[in-house]
């Protein structure tokens, strides 16, 4: 019995030490802008659907930005959260559901996010100078490395904030599909 006790517990740390190294190496190249760098004082209310290793999830995210901080939590159906994001002056201070990965990071979710809604010069600056490049069509944006697709988003409308937009991690292998429900402009604080 103890020695079945300290195998399940064994495997148990060897699994978090596996999924530790996974999100560090995940976030090694991550690259967060300023709230400041998005032009707007907004809240932002979407419907997000996440398709991960054959497994299919869905939250609701509410994102606000002002000319300091970006604030983001992901939320269950239910109200319950999955995770919350404070990123100001180049710190995060997240938490996260205890029943998530150790390698989900919700870093992750904020960058993805940059990726498909800030506007594409600000991109393509910050993303040129640690070797990225930002290739944006009329209705895809794609971000390279080495000649290598990186992240893909496709958008239904030229807007971003109007209609789905999917964006494909193809190194990670995950796919996310955002469909706002609702945009507010705030006044400047």
């Not at 802008?33 to 509410?62: H, K, M, P």
């Not at 109007?162 to 945009?183: M, S």
């Amino acid at each position: 019995m103890v020695v079945f006790v300290f195998a399940l517990t064994g495997c148990s740390f060897v699994n978090g030490i596996v999924q530790q190294h996974v999100g560090d190496l995940i976030t090694r190249d991550l690259l967060l802008l300023d709230a400041n760098s998005y032009g707007e004082t907004v809240a932002i209310s979407q419907r997000v659907e996440v398709d991960i290793a054959s497994n299919t999830f869905s939250l609701i995210q509410q994102v606000e930005i002002d000319n300091d901080e970006i604030r983001l939590v992901g939320v269950t159906h239910f109200g319950s959260p999955f995770f919350t994001l404070r990123y100001y002056e180049g710190k995060v201070d997240a938490t996260k559901m205890a029943q998530l990965p150790e390698a989900f990071r919700p870093e992750l979710v904020l960058r993805d996010f940059q990726f498909a809604f800030w506007n594409v010069d600000v991109l393509q600056q910050a993303y040129q100078e640690v070797g990225y490049l930002v290739i944006e069509g009329e209705l895809t944006r794609v971000l390279q490395k080495d000649g290598k697709n990186v992240m893909t988003v496709a958008y239904q409308n030229s807007s971003p904030l109007k209609g789905g937009v999917q964006l494909i991690h193809h190194g990670f292998g995950y796919q996310i599909v955002f469909d706002t429900l609702d945009v507010q402009r705030l006044e400047n604080e």
